[in-house]
């Protein structure tokens, strides 16, 4: 069994799922981009956060059609648009991007004690960085 299916029945076996939709959105990312050379397993935590809206959704493909189109080797133009993205927020989404992109560097992230974000950032959040120990195990 390929990452991208162990990747997917994991996830699925804990119920990291919001609803259909966001599995569905996951898959068609990991189906769609998981054989390029950018892809890696921050990437792939990225495309779980990304795959909870159809919103992020939108940004996700966005960004990584760009990658595809322009050969990319790394996510390096990923981590500088998250950047951007979150200088452009205030509230929870700033955060959410902040996590992204700590996906990309392969490092920790903790939301910070005084973050006072909505109660459906924390929980977006929470469930990335459940299903980011996840995606670390397949």
Request: glycine residues 6%; hydrophobic residues 40%; contains cysteine.
């Amino acid at each position: 069994m390929e990452f991208k299916e162990q990747c997917l029945q994991a996830l699925e076996e804990q119920k990291l799922f919001q609803d259909s939709g966001h599995m569905t959105r996951f898959k068609e990312l990991l189906d769609c981009y998981s054989s390029y050379p950018f892809f890696c397993k921050g990437l792939c935590k990225c495309m779980y956060l990304s795959a909870w809206d159809e919103e992020h959704f939108a940004i996700m493909l966005g960004i990584l059609t760009e990658l595809a189109l322009g050969k990319e080797q790394s996510t390096e133009e990923m981590r500088r648009q998250g950047e951007e993205l979150a200088r452009e927020h205030l509230d929870g989404e700033f955060y959410i991007y902040e996590l992204s992109n700590a996906f990309l560097d392969g490092r920790r992230f903790e939301l910070p004690a005084s973050a006072k974000i909505q109660p459906e950032h924390a929980w977006i959040i929470q469930k990335a960085q459940e299903a980011s120990k996840i995606i670390d195990e397949v």
